[in-house]
C-alpha cells in the first residue's frame, strides 16, 4: 500500500513544555494545534507523560474538544493512560516506551518480549474505536510481533537516522536509510499502516517522505523550534511543502 499524499501529524508537546517553564497559561497547546490544523496538518500529536512534564489532562480534554483533525494520543503502556484513553476515544493511541528521567522518547518499543502483556494492553483500545499504533525501531522482529499482538499501525523510529546525520556518519545514516526502507515493506507486506517520526527536521524529512509505504510522519520538536524563528504557519507550511515534494518525485 502507498499513500498518494502523505499525512503530516505535528506534536504540540513543547509547546506545552515552553508554558510550563513558566507556570503560566501561554503559550497555548490548544492554540497551536488549531494553527498547525490551518497551516496543512493532517493531524496533531500529543504524548501525555506520567510525570505531566509538558502535556496536562485539561490539554487532552480542550484538544478532543477543540480539534477537527484526528488526535494522536501518545502514550506508555500503563493502567492510568488507557483509562484516560478509553475516556476520551481519540481518533489513534500510539504506545511508546516511557522512563521517567529521560528528555525524550529514546527507543522503539520492546513489543516481542511483552507480547502477551501488550496483546491484553491494546485489545481494549481497539475494542473503543482507537487506532492503535506502536512506535517501535525498524526490526524485523519487533514488526512481526507488533502485527501479532493486533496493532493496527507501526511507527518507524528515525531518531537513529537523524542522530547520523546531525554528527556527519553518512555512511551509517545510509544504511539506517537503507533499513527503514526495507521495514517498511516488509510491515506493508503484513498489511501495518507504516508511520515514522522522531528527530526529523527540513534537512533529514524527504528522503524519508520518499519512501512509498510510509502514510504519515509525526513531528514535533523541529517545528515548534523552528516556530520561534518564523512562526508556527510557515514552520509547519515549509514541512508541508518539502514532504508534498519528495513524495510527488516518487511519483
Known amino acids: ?46 504524548h501525555l507523560r506520567e510525570d505531566r512534564r509538558h502535556i496536562s489532562d485539561a490539554d487532552i480534554e480542550g484538544l478532543m474538544e477543540a480539534l477537527t483533525s484526528p488526535l494522536n494520543f501518545e502514550m506508555a503502556a500503563t493502567d ?4 484516560i484513553a478509553l475516556r476520551h476515544k481519540p481518533h489513534a493511541v500510539c504506545i511508546v516506551p516511557e522512563k521517567r528521567e529521560e528528555r525524550t522518547t529514546e527507543g522503539g518499543l520492546e513489543v516481542a518480549k511483552e507480547e ?25 522482529r519487533q514488526i512481526e510481533a507488533a502485527h501479532r499482538i493486533g496493532a493496527q499501525v507501526i511507527e518507524l523510529h528515525t531518531g537513529a537516522y537523524c542522530d547520523f546525520h546531525a554528527e556527519g556518519k553518512f555512511a551509517e545514516r545510509d544504511a539506517e536509510l537503507e533499513r527503514l526502507a526495507e521495514m517498511a515493506t516488509f510491515a506493508d507486506s503484513l498489511g501495518l499502516e507504516v508511520h515514522a517520526g522522531h528527530g526529523l527536521t527540513y534537512d533529514t524529512v524527504k528522503p524519508i517522505a520518499a519512501l512509498p509505504e510510509i502514510m504519515e510522519l509525526n513531528i514535533g520538536h523541529f517545528i515548534i523550534g523552528e516556530a520561534i524563528f518564523r512562526g508556527l504557519t510557515p514552520a509547519v507550511q515549509e514541512m508541508r511543502r518539502l514532504m508534498d515534494e519528495a513524495r510527488e518525485g516518487t511519483n
Open 80 to 83: 492510568e493512560m488507557q483509562a
Open 116 to 140: 502477551n502483556r501488550l496483546a491484553h494492553f491494546i485489545a481494549p483500545l481497539r475494542d473503543a474505536g482507537c487506532r492503535v499504533s506502536i512506535f517501535i525501531a525498524a526490526d524485523r
Open 1 to 46: 500500500m502507498s499513500a498518494d499524499k502523505l499525512r503530516l501529524g505535528v506534536n504540540i508537546d513543547h509547546v506545552a513544555t515552553v508554558r510550563n517553564a513558566r507556570g503560566s497559561a501561554y503559550p497555548d497547546p490548544i492554540r497551536a494545534a488549531k494553527l498547525a490544523e490551518e497551516a496543512g496538518a493532517d493531524g496533531i500529536t500529543a
